[in-house]
């Protein structure tokens, strides 16, 4: 790799570092609640109180990495997420996880909008397209990363509760290190800074909302494999192997990052390839739904991986067309406003899932949620063939 481009791969390594913190637990989600004994109910409301903290967060602050600086807010969001990690390592009861999960809310969203508006605006070549490619493997790459990690060491390591969250905070100080060798893009005006609703400027609202629904519903289908699959494949599998229902967890996230990989330098319509991402991610949750009657393990792994292709898809050209329309001097802010959306709709997805399963079977929960994401990602496709074909015209 070329020197120029040092600094954002540093970006990029902090912040799939820090979505790796923030995705330890998936895998150990099944094991609390035994040790604690709480409901699925619960489980599903320990995992969105990140999304809850993470939304606020983001609308209240998104402009501060605008106004200060994209260094000082990751290195901020950083030491929060040490925090988050000593809670978990120190957990004796379901308030603590709820606690944890709220300063990880609040760690993300301090720095997912400075990190995504610093890697435009460090890359040597001004390459959006790259730019977005590193964004996208940063949150899907990181958040694959935790669950495996997590996994693999709490089935075959000592103090399965612990030890990833050790390694985790050493990886995260070393990510500290990479962010303070990062220097501040020169020639960036800086907005005067106050606490405020994120403004999307009026002429880019349509293709905002456009790509912003696109995001929302693939990290939603994400969200939903990543919180209570594991339980679900548990249950349909009757395993108890963290290993095995942590690369459940994580083989869609995988396979997103191998599509955006593959698909990076291919010359295509950005919204022409987030229908066909949102049409292969529908098809993926269809499969999944198929897959619970059947018990069938091989059927779940082929629905994550095509959820997982259809997410890398549709999220490499939404945040591409994001970096494209959004102002150089309020970038932080409509990246904020954008990742408030993904959020909001996952923690919708993932609760509801949860109250779901107090009236219904923890299969038919996911079922009904993923039909719901399945139809929702038909109808944005619609939209998105709708704007490929006026842009050929």
Request: one cysteine or more; charged letters at 10%; aromatic letters at 6%.
């Amino acid at each position: 790799m070329s020197k120029t481009l040092r600094p954002s791969l540093s970006v990029c390594a902090a912040w799939l570092v820090l979505m790796a913190g923030a995705n330890l637990a998936t895998p150990l989600y099944a094991v609390y609640a035994e040790r604690f004994g709480f409901s699925n109910l619960v489980l599903t409301s320990v995992f969105a109180t990140y999304a809850v903290v993470l939304v606020p967060a983001l609308v209240l602050f998104g402009r501060v990495s605008d106004r200060f600086g994209r260094r000082p807010v990751v290195l901020t969001g950083l030491g929060l997420a040490c925090v988050a990690l000593v809670i978990f390592a120190a957990a004796d009861g379901p308030g603590w996880l709820f606690a944890a999960r709220a300063v990880q809310g609040l760690a993300v969203g301090t720095i997912s909008g400075a990190a995504t508006a610093a890697l435009v605006e460090i890359d040597p070549d001004g390459n959006r397209r790259r730019a977005a490619l590193f964004a996208g493997l940063a949150q899907a790459g990181g958040s694959a990363t935790g669950p495996l990690l997590a996994g693999v060491l709490a089935q075959w390591a000592p103090e399965p509760l612990q030890l990833s969250y050790f390694v985790g905070i050493a990886a995260t100080v070393g990510a500290a290190v990479l962010i303070l060798g990062v220097q501040e893009p020169v020639g960036r005006e800086r907005e005067q800074w106050r606490i405020q609703l994120p403004r999307v400027p009026h002429e880019i609202r349509a293709p905002f909302l456009r790509v912003s629904l696109t995001a929302a519903i693939v990290w939603a289908a994400m969200g939903l494999l990543l919180s209570i699959v594991p339980s679900y494949a548990a249950d349909l599998l009757n395993s108890e192997n963290l290993a095995l229902l942590a690369l459940i967890a994580a083989v869609g996230l995988l396979a997103s990052c191998a599509a955006q990989l593959v698909v990076t330098y291919r010359r295509g319509r950005p919204a022409r390839d987030e229908a066909i991402g949102l049409v292969v991610l529908g098809v993926g949750m269809i499969v999944l739904i198929v897959a619970a009657p059947l018990k069938s393990l091989p059927l779940m792994i082929v629905g994550a991986i095509a959820a997982g292709f259809g997410h890398g898809l549709a999220f490499l050209n939404a945040q591409q067309e994001l970096n494209e329309v959004a102002p150089q001097e309020r970038r932080g802010e409509v990246t904020a406003a954008f990742i408030a959306c993904i959020y909001a709709l996952l923690a919708m997805s993932v609760v509801g899932s949860g109250l779901l399963d107090e009236y219904l079977s923890l299969t038919a929960a996911v079922s009904v949620v993923a039909a719901c994401l399945a139809t929702l990602a038909a109808a944005v496709a619609v939209w998105h063939a709708r704007v490929a074909r006026h842009v050929v015209r």
